[in-house]
Every structure is written in C-alpha cells, then in structure tokens.
C-alpha cells in the first residue's frame, strides 16, 4: 500500500513547514487515489489533487472544511456527520455504516466508530489492500471495539495532539471527549500487536518541539516495541 500524509496538523493556531496542513493522507492504488479527510486547508485545492473518493472522519472544520459542491468524486461518511454538513451540498454523497465493509475502487475499508466529542460522531478506517491493513483515525480518545479495528493491521495512524498530557478528557452523560495522549495510543499498538505507529493531527507540542520532540516519541515508541515516527507533510510511505 502506498500512501501520502498530505497534511499533518491537528486544528492548531501555530503551522511549520514540516506541519502545515490539516490532516489529511492519500491513499493510492491501481492508478486511483483516496483522500481521508479534507480540512480547511485544502480549500480549493481539491480540483488540483484529483482524488477518485473521499473518506471523512468526522464532522469538525479542520477535517471537513475543504468540501464544497464543486467535488464531484463520490464523498463517504457516516449518517450523523453528513447531518451536521448538508450546507456543503456535496453533490455525491454516500452514507457508510459502522463497522460494514465497503468497497472503493478495489479497495475494502471498514469504518470504526470512535470517541472523541459530544456532538460530533466520529469514526477511524481501516484500509485493506492486498492483505495489508492500515487504521487511521486522527482525532480520538478511545476506539469503542478495538479488537476488531486493530486486528491484523500492519501500522496504526493516529492522533498526535498531544504526547503525554491530555487536552482532558472529560465526562458528558458518560462521554469522554478530546484527544488520547501519544503514550496511550502506543499502549494499545503494544496490546493488539501493532507492529507501526505513526501520528499525524500534530498538536502545538509537536510542532513547538521540532525535531527533537519528534525524535522523543520515537524513541518512547521504541522502549515499548512499536516502531513509532510522527508524519510531516509530503512524508510517503509504503506499507
Ligand atoms: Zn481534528
Ligand atoms: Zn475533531
């Protein structure tokens, strides 16, 4: 599988070059390419990246932001967040379903549901092809079923707003909200053997860190047995 993070910041008022972006990967395959998710930041830019189809995650600006009525490429999401954007009229969308496999130009995703705000329903993909399996989910603070969406897969893609503090996570009728830490994303990779990780949606901590927070992670991803690295914008990978 091949794959570009085309932009790895998390909703921050800092950018750098290396994260200037909202979050967003392409996936490519047989010639066709598959955008997961398209923030603010890609706004107007989407004619030129030409994806075939595009994944959402969830309905909040700096992973929806860059939709409009003029993408023609077939859209997914689940039913709630297509609720929250129907001002976008986007021309070609299709409702996907928790956990029910689907299919994209050859390509099989399954979408996860996730907890990570009140209002807003969110869901992480995992996206298999040719028996390698990726999850991906930028924005969490913990998967609801992660035996299922964890199992198999070659590399975990996560949320790097923080690293070891918590934006909180706080309790609304039984609802925790925000973001999980780096550390705890890493425990469950190490829990459900997941070989890789990588953290995209960097957070001011990251970015003020440069390198050398980068470099921590890492080598905090190593201690614990998961080859770990915080993704850059432009940053390919074959997995
Ligand atoms: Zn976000
Ligand atoms: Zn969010």
């Not at 989910?137 to 070659?154: F, Y």
């Not at 001011?204 to 921590?216: A, T």
Request: glycine share 8%.
């Amino acid at each position: 599988m091949r794959i570009t993070f085309i932009g790895t910041r998390a909703n921050t008022k800092i950018r750098s070059k290396r994260h200037k972006r909202n979050a967003s990967l392409m996936i490519y395959h047989n010639h066709k390419k598959i955008m997961l998710d398209c923030g603010f930041d890609w706004k107007g830019l989407v004619h030129k990246l030409k994806p075939d189809a595009i994944l959402i995650t969830h309905a909040h600006s700096d992973h929806v932001g860059g939709l409009d009525k003029k993408i023609k490429c077939p859209v997914f999401a689940i039913k709630e967040t297509w609720e929250q954007i129907k001002n976008y009229k986007i021309p070609n969308q299709k409702i996907i379903e928790v956990e029910k496999p689907f299919l994209i130009e050859g390509i099989a995703c399954q979408a996860f549901a996730v907890q990570h705000a009140v209002k807003t329903s969110t869901v992480g993909y995992k996206i298999t092809i040719n028996n390698s399996s990726i999850f991906y989910i930028s924005d969490l603070v913990e998967i609801i079923n992660p035996t299922e969406a964890l199992k198999g897969i070659s590399a975990y893609i996560g949320d790097g707003a923080f690293f070891t503090s918590h934006m909180l996570v706080r309790k609304e009728d039984g609802h925790k909200v925000g973001h999980s830490p780096i550390i705890d994303q890493l425990e469950w990779c190490k829990k459900y053997k997941v070989p890789k990780a990588y953290f995209t949606h960097c957070g001011s901590e990251i970015i003020r860190g440069k390198k050398y927070k980068e470099k921590l992670i890492a080598k905090y991803g190593k201690n614990i047995g998961v080859k770990t690295k915080v993704a850059y914008d432009g940053m390919r990978l074959l997995i």
